[in-house]
């Protein structure tokens, strides 16, 4: 793959904000069939593109990063056959010497899905953008979604709110903020995701409307326990009544969630 075609790939693939990560040689000691500058992007399962020279020394990198899917940076030395570095990753290499390799994520792992773009999901999303979040806005209003400034979001998407899957990657790096502009679509769209894998799932509205709409919940036979992982009323108390107000509150209790647990 030439220079060019891998950073095309580069671009390609972190458009989605996919599981990716990019692994680098960046000093090589001896023989080895690697080389200093050598790049490997290498996703979850599938295809791999770009090359670290071959063989077991990239098979290992490849096969260390699909088990750990780690977001922190990680710098390790392989032993290619040479004996000099021990035990430290060895290889069944017999061409000698050592490699040293980079590893380093190129998605933000903490996916922030944010249903219902009206002035409170575009201030939040401004915020999050801002917090390192990766911010994915969705909505059921076309014209609502093509006014939103860049700044409030990296995905913005058309949906129908009967279909939230369609919209939402669930999984442990899933934060979910419902906020659409009415209870019965935040209703709607807590339903659904109730029985998925999510990291936070928050609902917006007041402690009334909250005890509603859960009295509710109960009564078609959602549990206690599915409900207690619910956040809502969302948001610290500050007395926020603007959207930026409401926004530094759920950030605030976001940042709190992420940092402290």
Known sequence: ????????????????????????????????????????????QGAVYGNLGGGELEHKIIEFVRERQTTEPQQLSFDLGSGELGDHNPTAMICGGSATVFIEALYIPNQLFIIGAGHCGKALGHLAKLCGFWVHLVDNRQ???????????????????????????????????????????????????????????????????VAETFALL????????????????IGLPIGSQQPYEIAISIMAELIGELRLK
């Open 143 to 209: 014209d609502i979604l093509d006014g939103i400034p860049e700044e409030s979001f990296h995905m913005k998407q058309y949906n129908d709110f009967s279909a939230i899957s369609q919209a939402v990657s669930f999984g442990p790096n899933s934060w979910i903020i419902i906020m659409t502009h009415g209870h019965l679509h935040d209703k709607e769209v807590l339903q659904q995701c109730l029985s998925q894998d999510f990291r936070y799932l928050g609902m917006i509205g007041s402690k009334h409307k």
């Open 218 to 233: 109960r009564s078609q036979g959602y549990s206690a326990d599915q409900l207690q992982n619910v956040h809502a009323p």
């Open 1 to 44: 793959m030439q220079t060019h075609e891998y950073y095309q790939k580069v671009v390609e693939l972190t458009a989605g904000n996919q599981p990716l990560w990019q692994a680098s040689i960046i000093c090589t000691e001896g023989s080895s069939p690697a080389r200093a500058g050598m790049k490997l992007l290498i996703t979850c």
